[in-house]
């Protein structure tokens, strides 16, 4: 039996209890494979040290100081998809899925008929396979896809903490708004900035690209001490649970990804960087 698959009988023996974090199954893999390195799916394994069991690799949004990280991605989510008014049947493509967290409530709480793109195959597998072992839940159409080349008619979008990494901003609300009826709406979850910085956009360059595409734009307060805490606690737990996660990806790496996550959380804090809920709706 694959590292993958063998994870995942551990995972769904774990649900079934309801114990043990994903982090912990991860520790347990981890420790079956002892003195062998860990390639297959590993960014997946990674992921489990450090996420939420969902694997949100985004902002959560906290109610307070006590919140913890599984609440808050909780909120995020039903946060967006009530924001995007998403209903029974209705077709809602998640942009940049991931894991297909967003995908999964929007589908099972929501009751919608989802398709989730993703240019991660890792991503894609874990999705594909988490469905299928409860074929009971709503089907979820699960795509390695650039958004680009996605032209089917849907009544709903979101992205969550996606855009910031599109190479191709330019295009991006002129092909959703080709995708959604008038009325249609779309929720993306976004980090900004004012000045050039990577390929980040700033707040205002969003909203006039998807005006002049044909939206009316809402944009809610600022989310960036949302952002800033969410990196923190991936911060916390990649140092607390940071053996796990050299076995995974190495020392070198798990470095890294320690100062990165806390210089973003810095630019957050410091007012460098921003993020903002968007919501444009279908002239």
């Known amino acids: 039996m694959s590292l993958i698959a063998t994870l995942f009988s551990s995972l769904e023996m774990a649900s079934d209890l309801g ?24 960014e997946t394994l990674y992921a489990m040290v450090y996420m939420d069991a969902e694997l949100n690799h985004s902002s959560g949004y906290f109610v307070d100081d006590e919140t913890s990280l599984e609440s808050a991605q909780v909120a995020k989510i039903n946060a967006i998809l009530e924001r995007c008014d998403v209903r029974p049947s209705m077709r809602v493509l998640d942009v940049g899925c991931g894991w297909g967290a967003t995908a999964r409530v929007a589908a099972g709480r929501y009751g919608a008929a989802v398709t989730g793109i ?7 597998r874990y999705a594909v396979r988490r469905q299928e072992k409860d074929p009971t839940d709503p089907l979820i159409d699960y795509r390695v896809q650039r958004w680009e080349e996605f032209s089917e008619p849907v009544d ?16 991006f609300f002129a092909h959703c708004r080709g995708l959604l009826s008038a009325g249609g709406i779309m929720v993306l979850l976004a980090v900004t900035a004012d000045r050039p910085i990577f390929r980040v956009w700033s707040k205002n360059q969003m909203c006039r690209s998807a005006v002049e595409a044909g939206f009316d734009v809402r ?34 790496r798990l470095n890294r990804h320690i100062a990165y996550y806390s210089r973003c959380a810095s630019l957050l804090r410091s007012g460098t960087n921003d993020m903002f809920e968007f919501t444009f709706v279908a002239r």
């Open 156 to 171: 709903r979008i979101v992205s969550v903490n996606s855009f910031e990494n599109f190479e191709n901003k330019q295009d």
């Open 118 to 124: 993703t240019l991660s195959g890792e991503q894609h």
């Open 219 to 252: 944009v809610s307060e600022s989310l960036a001490s949302h952002y800033a805490r969410t990196l923190d606690l991936f911060v916390d737990n990649l140092k607390s649970r940071r053996s796990l996660g050299e076995a995974v990806v190495g020392e070198a």
């Open 19 to 42: 114990v043990a974090p994903c982090w912990i199954v991860c520790r347990e893999r981890l420790r079956m494979k002892k003195g062998s390195p860990v390639a297959l799916e590993s």
